[in-house]
């Protein structure tokens, strides 16, 4: 196992070789046709697939945990290539959606209940989208971005000076608001600001927060969880909108949007957030379910029930 000194060292080592070979690498997808970008992103998971590295082994520890006893070992691993493709290729379709001419961007993008969108914002109490790293979920935003709405993005600037560039670029292109995550008290306050002047936030609820918070139920297994889009939806009466990305149809793509997720309250704020999340991570586990293949099945979601360390 890799210590922490060494992961340091190599995390140092990648991002220089980034600022090598990405370059040609975007100039080549820039260049090529979209079609094109999909069977590069397809020949490099092969690729990443022939290695048997320390991602393919949390990503199989997960899936096991989760479908164990309900899929077979064949399709479990089915699962697993089909994802490590999605994931892939959707990195490379990302930097080419920002390359395309808007109408070809947009249309490549259906919106599915853009009428709830529509109905929630009139109330100009601002909307925070609850969304997954399922399908190409940059492109949720980016879609909307570019349908004229006013949303920005709470992620964690990579660390990777050259891709945190990159991403700064890209969400500028399309006009994407950017509220850097891992700065947790002006990321509130940016957050509230955008809710207030009637704006959208989108925030992605399925990874371990970085701090201690409320434990939730997902898929059968006890999990921290972010108690963000529960707590300003309640200090802010911001409307939450479950809304995920997937692919259909090939290498298109539907954004779901559901109907406005009703808080349920008792008086008793901890324990409201603590039901309400756990009510909001079981509607986004149902499209997991659904689309196990492009969930992002990399995380150290279930640190509490998986020995990562020893995989």
């Known amino acids: 196992m890799m210590t922490k000194k060494w992961r340091r060292k190599w995390e140092a080592f990648g991002g220089k070789l980034t600022f090598i070979i990405a370059p040609p690498i975007i100039l080549l997808i820039k260049l090529i046709p979209l079609s094109g970008v999909y069977l590069l992103g397809t020949a490099f998971a092969r690729i990443a697939g022939l290695f048997s590295g320390r991602r393919k082994k949390i990503a199989l520890a997960n899936l096991h945990l989760v479908f164990g006893k309900r899929k077979s070992e064949e399709e479990i691993n089915a699962i697993y290539r089909e994802c490590l493709t999605r994931t892939v ?19 490549l993008i259906e919106i599915v209940g853009k009428e709830h969108l529509d109905a929630t914002l009139k109330r100009g109490k601002g909307i925070i989208i609850a969304g997954l790293h399922l399908g190409n979920f940059p492109l949720l935003a980016a879609k909307l971005a570019m349908e004229g709405y006013p949303i920005a993005v709470i992620i964690k600037k990579p660390r990777n000076k050259y891709l945190a560039r990159l991403y700064t670029r890209m969400t500028d292109t399309v006009g994407v608001g950017f509220i850097d995550g891992r700065e947790r008290r002006l990321a509130a306050q940016q957050s509230l600001r955008q809710l207030r002047g009637g704006g959208i936030v989108y925030i992605i609820i399925d990874q371990n927060p970085p701090y201690p918070d409320i434990m939730v139920d997902f898929f059968g297994y006890a999990v921290p969880s972010f108690k963000g889009p529960v707590v300003l939806a309640m200090r802010t009466g911001a409307a939450i909108l479950p809304a995920f990305i997937v692919y259909s149809n090939g290498w298109r793509h539907k954004l779901f ?19 309400n999340l756990a009510r909001l991570m079981k509607l986004a586990e149902g499209y997991i379910e659904q689309y ?20």
């Open 257 to 275: 949007i559901e109907k406005p997720f009703t808080l349920e309250t008792t008086g008793d704020q901890e324990r409201d957030v603590a039901h």
């Open 292 to 311: 196990p293949e492009q969930w992002w099945w990399w995380h150290r979601r279930w640190k509490r029930h998986i020995d990562y360390k020893h995989l």
């Open 89 to 107: 290729t959707s990195f490379l379709e990302a930097m080419k959606f920002c390359f395309l001419p808007p109408p070809v961007a947009k249309g």
